[in-house]
């Protein structure tokens, strides 16, 4: 219980800063906010990776729960990896203190027996509202590509000109869009 309270306490004092990050540790939503997390339940069409289906929020309680479905089962991967979601883990909130307004949340992300294929362990999940219509963009992280990437500094009369080389890691994610 004192959990929950001092939840609730950090997300009142983040909240009249305007941009927050909560994070839940136990995967539910604090009662305060469960009415403003339910408006987004329902079942969203859209695609993943280039493949259609449906994602499912729904809740248990104050346990917000999201699954994903199409013609070939419930592995979002689709690739027979028997990836799931899991607990809400981080959740994103802009707005004032009286109108909080859930940017996005991230939840635990299986990847079953696609280690290898998928390195992500969070599933991002970005809210867009607009004219009664929810869009949903969801992402999870395939792998990171390192590159070299090298500059070359001009010399003078003392010195000879230099390479100078540094590794750099891009993120490259798997995406999905769901409307409802």
Not at 22 to 47: C, M, T, W
Request: aromatic residues 12%; positive net charge.
């Amino acid at each position: 219980m004192n959990v929950i309270k001092a939840l609730v306490a950090g997300l009142t004092v983040f909240a009249a800063v305007g941009c927050k990050t909560v994070e839940i540790k136990d995967g539910r939503i604090p009662n305060a906010y469960l009415s403003k997390a339910k408006k987004y339940e329902g079942v969203y069409s859209g695609q993943f990776n280039g493949v259609s289906g449906e994602l499912i929020l729904s809740f248990e309680g104050n346990k917000p729960v999201m699954k994903y479905r199409n013609e070939f089962g419930t592995d979002i991967l689709n690739n027979n990896c028997q990836s799931s979601f899991g607990n809400l883990r981080t959740v994103y909130i802009t707005g004032k203190k009286s109108n909080p307004k859930v940017d996005a949340v991230e939840f635990d992300f299986d990847r079953g027996r696609c280690a290898l294929m998928v390195q992500g362990r969070k599933m991002y999940v970005d809210f867009k509202e607009k004219n009664g219509e929810v869009k949903l963009k969801v992402q999870v992280l395939r792998e990171m590509r390192q590159r070299r990437e090298c500059q070359w500094y001009p010399g003078d009369h003392h010195r000879p000109p230099i390479e100078q080389c540094t590794w750099v890691q891009d993120p490259v994610y798997l995406y999905g869009s769901f409307t409802r």
